[in-house]
Every structure is written in structure tokens, then in C-alpha cells.
């Protein structure tokens, strides 16, 4: 590839961490192109040019970055989007394209913390009769029926955009999105009455606070363990993201290898 011109960088994901990355690159005079999966009715756009929808699996997108010249991929990807890291995993090899994933490092328990870690929403589910009877359910609008048979339980399930049927019977829907402060999260949980909380272990700050405010009422918190993903080069701060990708584009100056696969 003979010039910035004729290079770009696909960056898959709608996370906060993808769109300051896409700000970054764009204000070096790099093209980028940003995929989102398109569930989010109202996404916060990136700059640069966007993709919206599916690629039709990896085949699909490993000729799309053959056609397209992609120099370089960042898989910005919230960490639970299984699907499409194992897509971009094989169709980066199979194209011959450098990736790396930017990924956000998970959440941890701290003193006060009363968490129960569960591998999947149906064991998060199973979790709960032992746990309370009003639920604070904050997993996203996929995957809510792994709850619906909880008829005993009263579901408060907060999520962006409406989610689609089976809910829990009782439940009622809160859509909001973040970024969430704890003093808000914890007036929520005392007006509702929550005695259970329900997350992903989506990692950052936008909505950290239910957790801190579980902590401060003593609410006990399950937590849904991030899916096992395809091991490549990875790091965790967009800086590191974007002089990979630099390097890849125009030979930055920087670190000349990538960052170890973990």
C-alpha cells in the first residue's frame, strides 16, 4: 500500500473505546471505516464513515478487507459480542490482515462486595431464588428470556432500545442509557426495592455505578463472566490501540512489535 490514501482501518464496535479510537486515527489523516451491528436503534456515531450490519460471517468479511484494502482491524467490540470476534479472528488470518482487540479489563470485587459469578444468564438465573425477590436485571435486551420462568421474582430490566418477548411475568422495563453516577444508581435501587442485582461483566466506567451503590446498600450483585474469545494480540488502553494501528499505516515511529496474544 503506497500511501495513507490507499489505506484504512476497520474498526468493529459502537463501545466508547472504539469511538475514541476512530476520533484518534481520523485526527492523524487515517481513513476509517467503523462496523456497527446495528441492535442499538440510536447509536452514538464515530467519526470517519460507518458500517452498519453484518458482514455475513467470516467469509464475508474476509473478502470485504481484501476488496476494501483494510491495512489494519481493531476488534473494539464489547466483550460479550462473541460472534463477531471469532468472525474477525478467522477472516483477519484468511485475508492476511493484521488485528488487534481493544478490550476494556473487566470488573473486580472489592471490600464490602457481596458477588456471585455465574458462566452464563441461565446460570445467573438459577442463582437468584437463593439471592432476593426484586431484581435489578442489567444484562442488555438479549438473552432475557434465560429469566422468564422466574414468576416469583419481580424484574426491574433496564436496557436501551425495547426488548422482545419472553420477559419475566412480573417485570417492569427501564430504557436508559448510561453514562449512570452511583448516588442515581442507588436512589433507583431504594425506590424499587432491589435486593438483587444482575450484570455482564462489561467492564469501564459508564455504568460502574450500580456497583458501587450495591456495595454502599449491601445489595448482593451476580455477575456474568465474559464468553472465552480466539487469542490475539490485545490490549486495553486506546492509546495502545492507536499506535498499532499507526504502525501498521504509515510506520509510526512506535513499539515495533505488536503486543503479546493473552
Sequence with gaps: MDSIASTRVLILGGTAEARALASALTGHGVPV?????????????????????????????????????????????????????????????????????????????????????????????RLLPALGTRVFLTSGRQGLAAFAHLDRLWFLIRCVDPPEPPLPPQSEVLLSRGPYRAADEAELLRRHRIDVLVTKDSGGTMTRGKLDAARQLGVPVVVVRRPVRPRVSEVTEVNDALTWALERVTGWPGEKSAPAAR
Design 33 to 125: 471505516v467503523s462496523s456497527l451491528a446495528g441492535r442499538v436503534a440510536e447509536p452514538r456515531l464515530p467519526e470517519g464513515e460507518v458500517r452498519i450490519g453484518g458482514f455475513g460471517g467470516p467469509d464475508g468479511l474476509a473478502r470485504w478487507l481484501a476488496g476494501e484494502r483494510v491495512a489494519a482491524v481493531v476488534d473494539a467490540t464489547h466483550p460479550f459480542a462473541e460472534r463477531i470476534g471469532a468472525s474477525a479472528a478467522t477472516a483477519a488470518a484468511r485475508a492476511g490482515v493484521p488485528l488487534l482487540r481493544l478490550q476494556r479489563p473487566g470488573w473486580r470485587p472489592g471490600p464490602g462486595d457481596d458477588w456471585h459469578w455465574a458462566d452464563s444468564l441461565g446460570a445467573a438465573a
